[in-house]
C-alpha cells in the first residue's frame, strides 16, 4: 500500500507540511484528561502486521497509569475464575518468549501454560515499522535493533545468551547484506541504528557532525578518522578528546577489579583513574544514554567496561578490532520471530526458515487456541498477581487482567514476571517489603524511536554521508542502514530510491539527578503530541538538510514515533555485586517468593536479547521446580 499525504491526515492528524506548526499546540492536540493519551498523541503506525503496536499504545499507557493511579486496587474477590494453568507470563518482549520457550521444552506432558501481553503484538522492545513508498516496503526497528553474531555453540543447552538461542534456532551465520546498489562512488553506512555511535565502530560510517558556531552551522565529516583535525574545536578539547580515546587499561578483569567498577560512574573513572578531562565523559554521554538510558555520569564503569568504552580495553583487546554489528530489516524483532516459530509454529505464515520467519505474515487467530498447550493472549494488562493463601503456603496464584475495558481471573500454580519493575510493584498485591525496597533503586529511562520514510536520501549523499550527529533542537543522531536482504525483501542502498532515516533519541541531562532527568523526559514524552514531534522532525532535518537540496514536503513520505515509557533499567554504581552492606537489589529479585518468579532483562542491568531470554528461562525454571 502507497502512503499518500491523505492516510498521513486521516491517520494521525498530522500537521500540514507547508506551514510548521508551533509548539505550544501540544495540549490542545491532546486528549481532555490530562492523565490520558489518544490518537493525537500515538500518530500514524504504517502499513502490516506491527502498524498498530507502534511504541507504547495509548491503551497501554493509560491502562497504566490508572493501575500506578490505584483504580484496580479494589476488585472484587468474587470475580469468577475463567481458565486454570500450570504457569501464567506476563509479558511477551524477549524475556517473556524465552520463559514460553523453555516451558515448552521441559514441561510436563499436558501441563498449560498462558502468556499476557498487553500490546496488540508480542515482542515488547522488539518489534518493527513497515512503510509502503513507491512500491517498495521499508522496514526499520522500532526499538532493540542490532546484534553480533555469538561465538558458535557446540552444545546449546550448555551455552547461555545470545550463542545458546543462535545456535539453538540456527539462525544463520552468513548474513546477505545489500552493501551499495547505486553506480556512483559507494559511501559506508551502519548496518544498524546504533554501531555508528560507538568509538570502536564510527570510523566504518561516514558520519556528518554539525556543529552550532558562532559564525554559524558548520558540517565536518568522519571527524575520528582526521583526529579531529577537521572539527570546529580548540587544541585543548582536540587533545582531551584524542587522549580519551586512545586511553587503555590493563588490569580490569578480575573480580576485585570488576567490583570496584561497580562503584564508581564511568565518568568517575575517567577522571579520577585515568586523570582524564571531562571532554571524554560528555562525548560518551549520548552512546551511554542510547544503550542505558542516561549519561557516563550515571552509568556504573562496570557496565561500561562490557561495552568497550574507552579506557576500558587493553592494548591487545584493541588491536584485535571488532566485528561490524548487524541488524534484521525489523532490527531484534527477527529475534522475537524465531522464537515465536518455536513456540508455536504455525503463528508465522511459511516454513521454519530464515525467509519466512523474518518476513512471514503473523497468523493471529492460532495465538490463543483453547486446546493449546502454551496460549498467547495480546493486548490484556495483568492488573493483579497474587497467592491465594500466604506466599509459604498457597498451591496456586490468582491472576487478575483486563482485556478490551472487561476483567478477567484466572488461577496458575505459578507466575512468571516478564515484565519491569515498574509494573510489578504494583501488579503484584503482596510483594514482600524486601522485594518493595529493591525496586527502589531501580529507575527507568525513556525512549524515543522516529523512523522518517524517505522518498529519496540524495541529499544526503551529496554531503557525502550516511549517518548524522548534531547538538540541540530534535534529538541527536540519526541514520541510514546499509539493509540486509531476505527473501523476497531486497531493499536498495541506493540515494535515489527509497529509505528510512532513524532519529534514537534518549532523554538525559547530564547533571542532574537520575530521578529528575527521568522525570522531565518523562515529561516530555507524555506530554508531546504526534503533531508536535513531527513540526520539530521536520524543522530539525529542514535545518540540517535544506542546504544540501532536501524539501520536507516532497522528501519525507512518512513518520512512525515509538516511544517507549520505562525502555531502560539505568545501571547506576552498585547496581550490579552484592557488598558487606546487602545483596545488590536486582539479587533480590531474582529470588523470586512462593510461587511467583521475577524474569525481565532490567536484572541483567545490560538489557540484550539473548541474556534477556535467559532471565525468562531462569524463571520458568524456578517455577518448574515448585509445582
Ligand atoms: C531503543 C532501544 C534499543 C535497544 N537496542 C538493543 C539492541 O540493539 N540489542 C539488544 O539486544 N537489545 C536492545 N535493547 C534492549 C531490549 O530492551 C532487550 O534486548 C529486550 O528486548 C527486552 O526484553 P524484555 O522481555 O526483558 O522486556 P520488554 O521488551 O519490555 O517486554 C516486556 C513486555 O511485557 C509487557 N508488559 C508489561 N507489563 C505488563 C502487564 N502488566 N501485563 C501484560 N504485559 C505487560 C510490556 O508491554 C512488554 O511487551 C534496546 C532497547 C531499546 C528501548
Redesign the pocket.
Given at each position: 500500500m502507497k502512503i499518500t499525504r491523505r492516510d498521513f491526515v486521516n491517520g494521525v492528524l498530522a500537521g500540514s507540511g507547508a506551514a510548521l506548526l508551533k509548539p505550544g499546540m501540544v495540549m490542545s492536540a491532546m486528549s481532555n484528561n490530562p492523565n490520558r493519551v489518544d490518537m493525537s498523541w500515538y500518530g500514524y503506525g504504517g502499513v502490516g502486521d506491527y502498524a498498530n503496536s507502534h511504541g507504547?499504545t495509548p491503551d497501554?499507557v493509560n491502562t497504566?497509569h490508572r493501575?500506578r493511579d490505584g483504580e484496580f486496587s479494589n476488585l472484587p474477590n468474587s470475580l469468577p475464575i475463567d481458565e486454570e494453568y500450570d504457569l501464567v507470563i506476563?509479558?511477551?518482549?524477549?524475556?517473556?518468549?524465552g520463559a514460553a520457550w523453555h516451558f515448552k521444552k521441559n514441561a510436563k506432558p499436558g501441563q498449560k501454560c498462558l502468556m499476557?501481553?498487553?500490546?496488540p503484538i508480542f515482542?515488547?522492545?522488539?518489534k518493527e515499522n513497515e512503510f509502503s513508498v513507491d512500491g517498495e516496503t521499508l522496514i526499520a526497528p522500532q526499538?532493540?535493533?542490532?546484534?553480533f553474531v555469538p561465538p558458535h555453540a557446540d552444545d546449546p543447552e550448555q551455552a547461555s545468551g545470545d550463542a545458546r538461542y543462535y545456535a539453538e534456532f540456527k539462525i544463520p551465520r552468513e548474513l546477505p547484506f545489500n552493501a551499495w546498489s547505486s553506480k556512483e562512488k559507494p559511501l559506508n553506512a551502519c548496518r544498524?541504528n546504533?554501531g555508528y555511535l560507538h568509538w570502536l565502530l564510527e570510523g566504518k560510517t561516514n558520519i556528518g557532525y554539525f556543529f552550532d558556531t558562532d559564525s554559524g552551522g558548520k558540517w565536518a565529516n568522519d571527524i575520528w578518522n582526521h583526529d579531529l583535525k577537521n572539527a570546529p574545536l580548540s587544541n585543548e578539547v582536540r587533545e582531551s578528546l584524542l587522549q580519551w580515546h586512545r586511553s587503555r587499561s590493563e588490569n580490569l578483569s578480575a573480580k576485585e577489579a570488576s567490583e570496584h567498577l561497580d562503584t564508581l560512574s564511568y565518568k568517575e573513572y575517567l577522571e579520577k583513574e585515568l586523570n582524564l578531562g571531562v571532554e571524554g565523559a560528555a562525548e560518551a554521554d549520548l552512546f551511554m544514554a542510547?544503550a542505558f538510558g542516561l549519561g557516563s555520569g550515571d552509568i556504573s564503569a562496570y557496565v561500561a567496561r562490557d561495552v568497550a568504552m574507552p579506557g576500558m580495553l587493553s592494548k591487545q583487546q584493541f588491536e584485535d578490532g571488532v566485528p561490524r554489528r548487524n541488524s534484521f530489516p525489523g532490527?531484534?524483532s527477527g529475534f522475537a520471530r524465531y522464537f515465536l516459530k518455536h513456540i508455536k509454529p504455525e503463528a508465522i505464515a511459511g516454513k521454519n526458515n530464515f525467509d519466512d520467519i523474518i518476513t512471514g505474515a503473523i497468523n493471529f487467530s492460532k495465538l490463543d487456541r483453547p486446546d493449546d498447550d502454551i496460549r498467547i493472549r495480546l493486548n490484556?494488562?495483568?492488573?493483579a498477581v497474587q497467592h491465594e493463601g500466604t506466599a509459604e503456603n498457597a498451591n496456586s496464584v490468582r491472576v487478575i487482567?483486563s482485556h478490551a475495558g472487561k476483567e478477567h481471573a484466572i488461577r496458575a500454580k505459578g507466575v512468571v514476571m516478564?515484565?519491569?519493575g515498574w509494573?510489578n510493584k504494583h501488579?503484584v498485591r503482596d510483594l514482600p517489603e524486601r522485594f518493595h525496597q529493591a525496586y527502589q533503586h531501580f529507575h527507568h529511562a525513556l525512549?524515543l524511536?522516529a523512523n522518517v520514510a524517505l522518498k529519496n536520501w540524495r541529499f544526503m549523499y551529496e554531503m557525502g554521508i550516511t549517518a548524522a550527529r548534531w547538538q540541540g533542537g530534535f534529538g541527536y543522531t540519526a541514520n541510514i542502514r546499509e539493509p540486509m536482504f531476505v527473501g523476497r525483501h531486497r531493499p536498495a542502498l541506493d540515494p535515489d530510491k527509497p529509505a528510512v532515516l532513524t532519529f534514537?533519541v534518549p532523554f538525559h541531562t547530564p547533571g542532574l539527578p537520575v530521578s529528575a532527568q527521568v522525570a522531565m523526559g518523562r515529561a516530555e514524552l507524555f506530554f508531546t503530541s504526534y503533531m508536535d514531534y513531527e513540526n520539530q522532525i521536520r524543522a530539525q532535518m529542514t535545518k540540517l538538510f535544506s542546504a544540501a537540496g532536501f524539501d520536507h514536503n516532497r522528501d519525507i513520505k512518512g513518520i512512525i514515533l515509538n516511544r517507549?515509557g520505562?525502555?531502560?533499567v539505568v545501571p547506576t554504581p552498585g547496581f550490579f555485586f552484592d557488598t558487606k552492606k546487602g545483596q545488590a537489589p536486582r539479587n533480590v529479585i531474582k529470588k523470586g517468593y512462593g510461587r511467583i518468579a521475577f524474569g525481565?532483562?532490567?536484572l541483567e542491568g545490560f538489557?540484550?536479547?539473548?541474556p534477556?531470554a535467559d532471565?525468562?528461562r531462569r524463571a520458568t525454571q524456578q517455577i518448574l521446580d515448585t509445582i
Amino acid at each position: 500500500m502507497k502512503i499518500t499525504r491523505r492516510d498521513f491526515v486521516n491517520g494521525v492528524l498530522a500537521g500540514s507540511g507547508a506551514a510548521l506548526l508551533k509548539p505550544g499546540m501540544v495540549m490542545s492536540a491532546m486528549s481532555n484528561n490530562p492523565n490520558r493519551v489518544d490518537m493525537s498523541w500515538y500518530g500514524y503506525g504504517g502499513v502490516g502486521d506491527y502498524a498498530n503496536s507502534h511504541g507504547n499504545t495509548p491503551d497501554v499507557v493509560n491502562t497504566a497509569h490508572r493501575l500506578r493511579d490505584g483504580e484496580f486496587s479494589n476488585l472484587p474477590n468474587s470475580l469468577p475464575i475463567d481458565e486454570e494453568y500450570d504457569l501464567v507470563i506476563v509479558g511477551g518482549g524477549m524475556a517473556g518468549l524465552g520463559a514460553a520457550w523453555h516451558f515448552k521444552k521441559n514441561a510436563k506432558p499436558g501441563q498449560k501454560c498462558l502468556m499476557l501481553d498487553n500490546h496488540p503484538i508480542f515482542g515488547g522492545e522488539a518489534k518493527e515499522n513497515e512503510f509502503s513508498v513507491d512500491g517498495e516496503t521499508l522496514i526499520a526497528p522500532q526499538g532493540a535493533n542490532g546484534f553480533f553474531v555469538p561465538p558458535h555453540a557446540d552444545d546449546p543447552e550448555q551455552a547461555s545468551g545470545d550463542a545458546r538461542y543462535y545456535a539453538e534456532f540456527k539462525i544463520p551465520r552468513e548474513l546477505p547484506f545489500n552493501a551499495w546498489s547505486s553506480k556512483e562512488k559507494p559511501l559506508n553506512a551502519c548496518r544498524d541504528n546504533f554501531g555508528y555511535l560507538h568509538w570502536l565502530l564510527e570510523g566504518k560510517t561516514n558520519i556528518g557532525y554539525f556543529f552550532d558556531t558562532d559564525s554559524g552551522g558548520k558540517w565536518a565529516n568522519d571527524i575520528w578518522n582526521h583526529d579531529l583535525k577537521n572539527a570546529p574545536l580548540s587544541n585543548e578539547v582536540r587533545e582531551s578528546l584524542l587522549q580519551w580515546h586512545r586511553s587503555r587499561s590493563e588490569n580490569l578483569s578480575a573480580k576485585e577489579a570488576s567490583e570496584h567498577l561497580d562503584t564508581l560512574s564511568y565518568k568517575e573513572y575517567l577522571e579520577k583513574e585515568l586523570n582524564l578531562g571531562v571532554e571524554g565523559a560528555a562525548e560518551a554521554d549520548l552512546f551511554m544514554a542510547s544503550a542505558f538510558g542516561l549519561g557516563s555520569g550515571d552509568i556504573s564503569a562496570y557496565v561500561a567496561r562490557d561495552v568497550a568504552m574507552p579506557g576500558m580495553l587493553s592494548k591487545q583487546q584493541f588491536e584485535d578490532g571488532v566485528p561490524r554489528r548487524n541488524s534484521f530489516p525489523g532490527g531484534n524483532s527477527g529475534f522475537a520471530r524465531y522464537f515465536l516459530k518455536h513456540i508455536k509454529p504455525e503463528a508465522i505464515a511459511g516454513k521454519n526458515n530464515f525467509d519466512d520467519i523474518i518476513t512471514g505474515a503473523i497468523n493471529f487467530s492460532k495465538l490463543d487456541r483453547p486446546d493449546d498447550d502454551i496460549r498467547i493472549r495480546l493486548n490484556s494488562t495483568a492488573v493483579a498477581v497474587q497467592h491465594e493463601g500466604t506466599a509459604e503456603n498457597a498451591n496456586s496464584v490468582r491472576v487478575i487482567y483486563s482485556h478490551a475495558g472487561k476483567e478477567h481471573a484466572i488461577r496458575a500454580k505459578g507466575v512468571v514476571m516478564a515484565s519491569g519493575g515498574w509494573v510489578n510493584k504494583h501488579v503484584v498485591r503482596d510483594l514482600p517489603e524486601r522485594f518493595h525496597q529493591a525496586y527502589q533503586h531501580f529507575h527507568h529511562a525513556l525512549f524515543l524511536v522516529a523512523n522518517v520514510a524517505l522518498k529519496n536520501w540524495r541529499f544526503m549523499y551529496e554531503m557525502g554521508i550516511t549517518a548524522a550527529r548534531w547538538q540541540g533542537g530534535f534529538g541527536y543522531t540519526a541514520n541510514i542502514r546499509e539493509p540486509m536482504f531476505v527473501g523476497r525483501h531486497r531493499p536498495a542502498l541506493d540515494p535515489d530510491k527509497p529509505a528510512v532515516l532513524t532519529f534514537y533519541v534518549p532523554f538525559h541531562t547530564p547533571g542532574l539527578p537520575v530521578s529528575a532527568q527521568v522525570a522531565m523526559g518523562r515529561a516530555e514524552l507524555f506530554f508531546t503530541s504526534y503533531m508536535d514531534y513531527e513540526n520539530q522532525i521536520r524543522a530539525q532535518m529542514t535545518k540540517l538538510f535544506s542546504a544540501a537540496g532536501f524539501d520536507h514536503n516532497r522528501d519525507i513520505k512518512g513518520i512512525i514515533l515509538n516511544r517507549w515509557g520505562h525502555a531502560y533499567v539505568v545501571p547506576t554504581p552498585g547496581f550490579f555485586f552484592d557488598t558487606k552492606k546487602g545483596q545488590a537489589p536486582r539479587n533480590v529479585i531474582k529470588k523470586g517468593y512462593g510461587r511467583i518468579a521475577f524474569g525481565h532483562s532490567e536484572l541483567e542491568g545490560f538489557q540484550h536479547w539473548g541474556p534477556a531470554a535467559d532471565q525468562g528461562r531462569r524463571a520458568t525454571q524456578q517455577i518448574l521446580d515448585t509445582i
